[in-house]
């Protein structure tokens, strides 16, 4: 089945400083999604994007799917970003989403 | 709009013992699924349902039950609760099977 790798597994951050988030997948993609868990363990959604380019305050994501790989971009971090960004995939058609093993982010004040 | 609603958010059993996890959604979706997240880890399908009637397997489905008797409700079943399944569970669902899901606030169970 399709494999999925995020990196960096952990970051540490000041607030205000700005991150980038990698998720590279095996596979062709129908669906992907970036999720936020907080640290009440809420899985918050961010993206749907398989393919482009899109923007959420702060927060921006860019899939190239022929490339296989997305990018997670966190600008101005602040202490509420902390938390655990998945990355999930999907290529079936079933919405069976596989997910990576997550980027632990820790920002502090 | 309640989106997707899981009951209860904890859970204490005793090896052995047999429970039922809910899940319910309001927003007419035909896709439902179940995952289990063990720490340190990301989540992992355990079944999955692509409209009332209809339900497979995914990853890890062993010692899990499912059913869909209406679009909305999408219960999993643990038949004979062990340790080896203390995780935190999470309900899903979508619109169809390549667009974006939502998930439950998670039901944290612990098998002693």
Redesign the interface.
């Known amino acids: ?1 399709i494999q ?1 790798e995020q990196s960096p597994p952990d970051l540490i951050l000041q607030e205000g400083a700005n991150s980038t988030l990698r998720c590279n997948f095996s596979d062709s993609v ?2 992907l ?1 970036w ?1 936020h868990q907080n640290p009440w ?3 918050i ?1 961010l993206f ?1 994007i ?1 393919s482009g380019t899109k923007q959420n305050g702060r927060l921006s994501a860019t899939t190239v799917a022929t490339e296989r790989y997305s990018l997670l971009y966190i600008s101005s971090s602040q202490t509420t970003d902390s938390g655990v960004y ?1 990355c ?1 995939v ?1 290529n ?11 980027t632990r982010l820790l920002v502090s004040p | 709009n309640a989106g997707v609603t899981q009951t209860p958010k904890f859970q204490v059993l005793k090896t052995g013992q047999s429970m039922t996890l809910q899940c319910a959604q309001d927003m007419n979706h035909e ?1 439902m ?1 179940w ?1 289990r997240q063990d720490p ?6 355990i079944h ?1 349902s ?1 409209g009332a009637g209809i339900t ?1 397997q ?2 890890v489905p062993n010692g899990y039950n499912v059913s869909r008797s209406t679009t909305e409700d999408f219960p999993l079943r643990l038949l004979s609760a062990a340790p080896s399944q203390t995780s ?1 569970y ?1 309900c ?1 669902s ?1 619109y ?8 439950g ?2 039901t ?1 169970l612990t098998v002693v």
């Open positions: 089945g999925v129908n669906n999604q999720f363990g809420q899985l959604n749907y398989p998945f999930a999907e079936t058609g079933f919405q069976k989403l596989v997910f990576g093993t997550g | 896709y699924s995952y340190g880890m990301g989540l992992r399908l999955y692509v497979d995914g990853e935190v999470f899903a979508s169809k099977g390549n667009t974006e899901a939502f998930f606030q998670g944290r």
